[in-house]
């Protein structure tokens, strides 16, 4: 029987097209693309149509893009960067969601180091940010807020352009991440942002390729240092074969439309599949058409995953992995879950190749799987 992947947020299949896109620049095409030759030109040529096609896709100007090697490192940037570049020493404090992704939350001990006071954005049960609280903040000290536009584990979308108009009047800096809605029916104007975080292996494109989006004028200093590519913001000689399929996923997406509704139908025939067993996460929050989050009430997610996994089908808890087990989702946990709960989560998500009968059949492997688990604790 053929595997079920739903594992969208963790990473997607890649698109043949990207696939073949690579393979030229992982063969016979292998310029640098700083060099002056006709190969470093064909090379710089590959990377420039990249970058045209994500400011096409995020409505940014060729030159407000910045290459890096993941979200992860795009993310870094803009907050590192960010906290590095500011010349008012007044504005000394900055705002995270408390469900953001590690590679923003993990970057706040070097923020403290840097001087910065950093305060975590409440969240509620279902991860939605406390826009209020939001919104009682004194801002003359606020350097920058990071909110993303959706939480790749339970799938919430953020009240992002209530947040951008806060933060906006108030002269803060607004970091999205954006690495699980890119590329989508927004721009960087749209709801506004400063700084944008997306990444390749997302959408259908290779692992390994990021891109940071900086608003021209906005202060960013370089967190990698060396031949000051990528306009002085992120040295490092350019992985191009990436790059190239990173454009040419995008390019697949942006010319089939939107994946949304395609996702919605499986997901929700999934969803409408799975036994009472399973408590849904988000029930009235906004969430994203591919995701769907749920908890096993007294089941631990690695045994189910296992299990789970042995009967085809992939999915995850979307906590982090640690010498080899499972942590305590910390989406969950800031959400107000136990931490006995917080190992209960699991995320399954959807996206390109998944049919609606493939998302049938995975929720009945799904149900069983739970039904033998279950039927020996009795
Ligand atoms: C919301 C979010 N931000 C950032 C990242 C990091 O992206 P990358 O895997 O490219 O480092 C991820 C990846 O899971 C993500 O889901």
Not at 99 to 123: A, F, M, N, Q, W
Not at 171 to 188: E, K
Not at 241 to 258: M, P, Q, T
Not at 310 to 320: I, P, W
Request: proline share 4%.
């Amino acid at each position: 029987m053929k595997r079920i992947y739903l594992d969208h947020a963790a990473t997607t299949p890649l698109l043949p097209q990207a696939a073949e896109a690579m393979a030229a620049w992982s063969g016979h095409e292998f310029g640098n693309p700083s060099s002056l030759h006709a190969e470093g030109r064909a090379a710089k040529h590959a990377v420039d149509e990249t970058r045209e096609a994500f400011s096409e896709a995020l409505g940014c100007l060729f030159g407000e893009i910045v290459f890096t090697s993941s979200g992860t490192e795009a993310a870094n940037l803009a907050l590192i960067g960010a906290a590095l570049g500011n010349e008012n020493p007044a504005r000394n404090r900055i705002l995270l969601g408390a469900s953001e992704h590690h590679c923003v939350l993990h970057t706040k001990p070097l923020l403290e180091r840097l001087g910065y006071r950093v305060d975590l954005i409440p969240v509620n049960h279902e991860a939605l940010i406390d826009l209020n609280w939001l919104q009682d903040q004194a801002h003359d000290d606020l350097l920058m807020v990071s909110v993303m536009q959706a939480n790749n584990e339970f799938g919430t979308v953020q009240p992002v352009a209530e947040v951008s108009a806060w933060a906006r009047d108030r002269g803060v800096l607004i970091h999205r991440d954006s690495v699980q809605t890119f590329p989508g029916a927004w721009t960087v104007d749209e709801p506004y942002a400063d700084l944008v975080t997306v990444s390749a292996h997302k959408f259908n494109g290779p692992k390994g390729v990021g891109a940071a989006y900086v608003r021209a004028g906005t202060k960013v200093a370089p967190i990698a240092l060396g031949g000051g590519q990528e306009r002085e913001m992120r040295a490092g000689t350019e992985n191009v074969a990436g790059l190239v399929g990173a454009a040419a996923a995008l390019r697949c997406h942006r010319e089939n439309g939107s994946t949304t509704e395609q996702k919605r139908i499986a997901r929700d025939a999934f969803a409408s599949t799975l036994s009472a067993a399973f408590q849904p996460t988000v029930r009235s929050a906004p969430r994203l058409s591919g995701h769907h989050h749920v908890r096993l009430p007294g089941v631990d997610a690695e045994i189910f995953l296992i299990r789970l996994d042995k009967a085809g089908v992939s999915a995850s808890s979307g906590a982090a992995c640690s010498s080899g087990s499972l942590e305590p989702s910390h989406v969950m946990m800031a959400a107000g879950f136990s931490e006995t709960e917080a190992r209960e989560g699991l995320r399954f998500t959807f996206g390109f190749g998944v049919s609606e009968s493939d998302a049938f059949r995975a929720a009945k492997i799904v149900n069983e799987t739970a039904e033998a688990i279950l039927l020996h604790r009795r």
